[in-house]
Each structure stands twice: as structure tokens, then as C-alpha cells.
């Protein structure tokens, strides 16, 4: 077992104390920068946020008091979740392209009485059992009347004084729920104390003092709170966007000299595959940090002179690998840090060698480092913490070197002919066609329990790419069981929110009408078949 570490001091973590000290220490420097001129420096922050809190103490809102926040990013988001945080009540956010059955069961889920929401979404309440939400609070002035529910305009949160009470916080409190992505089923609400949130964000290892962020995942995924953690931690500051842009991705980061910048897979790939330009190393960018990491990462790093590192992280746990700057490897990520312990187990917790593909599970040297469960959840926080770990339904390897390496989710192996094959594998070669913009690969069902590959790919714009010529492509690339058998094109692959492929959809869809078959195209793969000698 690791060596116990200090936990961190209340003012190293909280998020309030944090607030007090960069006012106190760097009062006119900017904190929070929003795309469209709006600053606040860290005074003007305290000042807003202070002045907010009181508002919501006002209206009842009281320490340990979980509060839904429905919002784009923008200046009400990035208030709600410090005031909020200022009181000791806990951050809920709710993803804003939710509506029927996937937002009732957020709502429901959390059990909140108050919810602050953008105005112009309200009208998704009405048809929805909204469980004990009693109180809205209406950002902008758009609005519409949900019977049942008392609707109170944002100006009341501004007229309340700038004095809300000091209730006592710890660093183990609670002090928001982010609910997962939801790609493999029901969302599942987080839950994040501040010793774990200050874990996680302090594991990016390559932001320190100073560091301008780019804000570009939303508030309600844990990369949007993230950033302004990691700025405060640091007394740095943040730039807020309402959305990822690949064409206005440079311009931003020129514009607002960001220094470093979280990038998932996907996100690279688009900006990889853009033409190359005399200004891709005219930036300000110092480190970029890129997960999943595959080849693109790898070029992405060469194409625009940045240093690229990589972690294994999920919204549960607190970075327990790391790696960079600029690994070679494909699939990479990292090694453990000091003060986590992690095994890679098989289906009944027992550990797999050194080379073996195993689940990922994981504890730490001191409490609330990681996640403390799923908000209302028992049965799902007992299955995911089983005999003492928390498991992650993620498949990775490590070399003799304690080297770790990305091989799939859990439910996404594939096992065809007896081999077990990793989508992201595939899915990484047929990536480096530069025909192909995004690609997924899924199992469908083969001959008796045996799977089939099914390749889900989107072409980049103006490009044409037949299925046959994509296999020809991999046949030097992947061994012949790997290759797949059917190909579907998509003009885009179905994605969360969060722009995380929607990999149950395209295995629920199955073999389409204009799914690609390479045996009844008669296109063959050949095994390789060496001579004994």
C-alpha cells in the first residue's frame, strides 16, 4: 500500500478559503475570462459571488442543500457554482440538451427543492415529473410558467446584500454532483468532497502557477468546474467558451494567450485533420494534455511544437496515471501516482500477470481521494466499490516496466475467433486513413458467441473512401482477426453532449441496411501462415 500523504489544508481546498486568499493576495489580476470581453478579476469575483450567495441564502438555500444548475457556460454558470460553493450547498448541474425521461431522472435523482435555469429551457419542466423541485430561478428573461412550480427572476439574487452567513465547511463535504456522460446506461450522480476534487484537479501535472486555461467543456461535465479549480489552486485564470470550436480553436487560444489546454481524443483528431498552416506553432500554448492518446496525439504534438501529456482519469477518481511530456506509445497512460494504489483484476477480482489485459481498480493512501459514491444510489455504489476497490469497467494492461496502457471499456472487448481484440486499437488505426475523421468500432453478434467487427466511420468533408479500399488500408496495420468485417458510414457518429461516442447506440443499431459486408463482398482476409522449420 502506498505511503499515507497529507490531506490538504482547508485553505488549499475549499473553495471558499481559496476565493478570500487570491483576493486578498492578487486582487485586480484576472480570474475568469468570458469569449465576448466580459473579465473579472479575483476581487470582482468575490464581490459577485458573495453578492450571490446572500441572494440564494435569502431564498432558503442553506449548507448541505443540494441546488440543480441548468445553464450554457457564461457568467451565471461560473457564479451559480461558486456562490453555491461559497455557502457549503452542493453544485448539481444538469446537461442542457436534457429533456423527457433523461431529465426527469436527473431531477428526480437529485431530490433538489431549488433549481437555477436559463429561461429558455423551462418549458422541457412541464412534461416531466419533476419529484421535490418546488423553486426556480430564472436566468435571462425568458421564461416560462410550469405550473407547480414558484418562478422567482434572477434580480432577486442580486438585492440581498453582500454579507451571506460563514457556515462551517470541511474539506470532506460534499461539494458537488456531476452526472456521468450515460453512455452505457442510466446516469449516475457523482459524488465529488473537495479533498477529492482537489486531488484530481492538482494531478494535472503540467498546470502550475500562473497558467491560463481554456474553458471549453461544459459546466455540467466535470472539466468545466475543473478549470476554474485548477486556476484558483494555481492563481491563474480561466478563459470561458460556450462550446469546443475547431475553427475558431487557434484564434481563441492566440487571442487570450491560453497556455494549456485539455483536449479529448476526438477533439485532436478534428484539429489534426485541418489543412496545415505556416501558423501552427504561432501559439502561446506551453502544454496540452491528451486522452485517450493514440497517434494523433503523438502527431499533433509534432505537427504544432507543443509538449503533449496524457492521463487515465474519470469523473470518480483523482488522475491515478500520468504521463509526458510526449509519450510514444499509442494507448499509454502513464504510470501511478504516489499515493494510489491500483491492481488489474479479472472477473473475480483477481489479479491478472504483468501483459494480461485485467479490469482497472483502484484505492488510495488517505480518505477522500476519490469519489465517496453515487448520489441516492447504494446498489450502484456497492457494485462499483466491491471487496474494497473501486472498479472502473475499464480494461488496461501493464508491462513488467509498470508501464499502463489503455486496452477498451469493459463492455466494449470484442472476442472474435477465439481472440479478444480492442476497439481502441482498431479504432486508432483506421483513424490514420486520412479519409477518416471519427471512427467507432462495436461488436455485433457472429456465428454462436463469437462477435463480428463493426467499423462506424465519418469521412472528412469533401472526402470519399470505399469500404474496400478502408480494408486494404488496415490489412498492414492490424492482424487479419482484428480487421472488420462490416464498415457503415455516417455523416456523424451519435455523441453525448460531452462528445463522447454513443457506442451503445451503434451496437443497438446493429447491421444496417447500408452497413458494408466484406464476405458477402467478397473481399477475403487471409490468415498468416508461417512453415514449421
Not at 18 to 46: N, S
Not at 387 to 413: E, I, M, P, S
Amino acid at each position: 500500500m502506498p505511503k499515507p500523504t497529507r490531506p490538504p489544508a482547508r485553505d488549499e481546498c475549499i473553495v471558499r478559503e481559496l476565493l478570500h486568499h487570491r483576493a486578498a493576495e492578487c486582487a485586480e489580476q484576472d480570474f475568469v475570462l468570458f469569449d465576448g470581453g466580459e473579465r473579472w478579476t479575483y476581487a470582482d469575483t468575490l464581490r459577485r459571488v458573495r453578492r450571490m450567495a446572500a441572494g440564494l441564502d435569502a431564498l432558503g438555500v442553506r449548507a448541505g442543500e443540494l441546488v440543480l444548475s441548468w445553464q450554457a457556460n457564461g457568467p451565471s454558470a461560473v457564479a451559480t457554482f461558486l456562490a453555491l460553493n461559497y455557502l457549503g450547498a452542493v453544485y448539481v448541474p444538469i446537461n442542457t440538451s436534457y429533456r423527457g425521461a433523461l431529465l426527469e431522472h436527473v431531477v428526480r435523482k437529485a431530490g433538489a427543492r431549488v433549481l437555477i435555469a436559463d429561461g429558455r429551457l423551462l418549458d422541457r419542466l412541464a412534461s416531466v415529473d419533476r419529484g421535490a423541485l418546488e423553486t426556480v430561478i430564472v436566468i435571462g428573461d425568458e421564461r416560462a410558467d410550469v405550473p407547480g412550480l414558484r418562478m422567482i427572476p434572477q434580480s432577486a439574487l442580486d438585492g440581498a446584500g453582500d454579507t451571506p452567513p460563514l457556515h462551517d465547511i470541511a474539506p470532506w463535504d460534499t461539494h458537488m454532483v456531476i452526472f456521468t456522460s450515460g453512455t452505457t446506461g442510466p446516469s449516475k450522480g457523482v459524488l465529488s468532497s473537495y479533498i477529492h476534487s482537489y486531488t484530481a484537479a492538482t494531478g494535472f501535472r503540467n498546470i502550475g502557477a500562473g497558467d491560463r486555461t481554456l474553458m471549453q467543456l461544459p459546466m455540467y461535465h466535470v472539466g468545466g468546474p475543473y478549470a476554474l479549480l485548477w486556476a484558483l489552486i494555481h492563481a491563474g485564470s480561466t478563459v470561458v467558451v460556450d462550446a469546443f470550436s475547431v475553427s475558431r480553436f487557434w484564434d481563441l487560444v492566440r487571442r487570450y494567450e491560453i497556455t494549456t489546454v485539455g483536449l479529448l481524443g476526438a477533439m485532436a483528431q478534428f484539429l489534426l485533420k485541418q489543412p496545415e498552416s505556416p501558423d501552427d506553432r504561432r501559439h502561446t500554448l506551453r502544454s496540452v494534455i491528451i486522452a485517450p492518446f493514440d497517434e494523433n496525439a503523438i502527431a499533433f504534438g509534432k505537427r504544432f511544437g507543443v509538449p503533449v501529456y496524457t492521463e487515465y482519469n474519470m469523473t470518480e477518481l483523482c488522475v491515478p496515471l500520468w504521463a509526458g511530456p510526449n509519450p510514444t506509445v499509442p494507448g499509454t497512460c502513464g504510470r501511478p501516482r504516489p499515493d494510489v494504489e491500483l491492481k488489474l483484476v479479472d472477473e473475480h477480482d483477481i489479479e491478472v500477470p504483468p501483459g494480461a489485459a485485467g479490469e482497472l481498480v483502484v484505492r488510495t493512501a488517505r480518505p477522500w481521494m476519490l469519489s465517496h459514491g453515487y448520489l441516492n444510489d447504494p446498489e450502484a455504489t456497492a457494485k462499483a466499490w466491491r471487496n474494497g476497490w473501486f472498479h472502473t469497467g475499464d480494461l488496461l494492461r501493464r508491462d513488467t516496466d509498470g508501464n499502463y496502457f489503455f486496452v477498451d471499456r469493459l463492455k466494449d472487448a470484442i472476442r472474435r475467433r477465439g481472440e479478444n481484440i480492442s476497439s481502441f486499437e482498431v479504432e486508432t488505426a483506421i483513424l490514420a486513413h486520412p479519409a477518416v475523421r471519427e471512427a467507432a468500432v462495436v461488436p455485433v453478434p457472429g456465428d454462436g458467441s463469437e462477435d463480428e467487427v463493426l467499423a462506424v466511420v465519418a469521412l472528412v468533408p469533401g472526402a470519399s473512401l470505399e469500404p474496400a479500399e478502408l480494408v486494404g488500408f488496415l490489412r498492414d496495420k492490424l492482424p487479419y482477426f482484428m480487421i472488420p468485417r462490416y464498415v457503415r458510414r455516417l455523416d456523424e457518429l451519435p455523441k453525448t453532449p460531452t462528445q463522447k461516442v454513443e457506442k451503445h447506440v451503434l451496437r443497438s443499431a446493429g447491421i444496417t441496411a447500408d452497413t458494408w459486408d466484406r464476405v458477402a463482398a467478397g473481399v477475403r482476409v487471409e490468415r498468416d501462415r508461417l512453415s514449421a522449420r
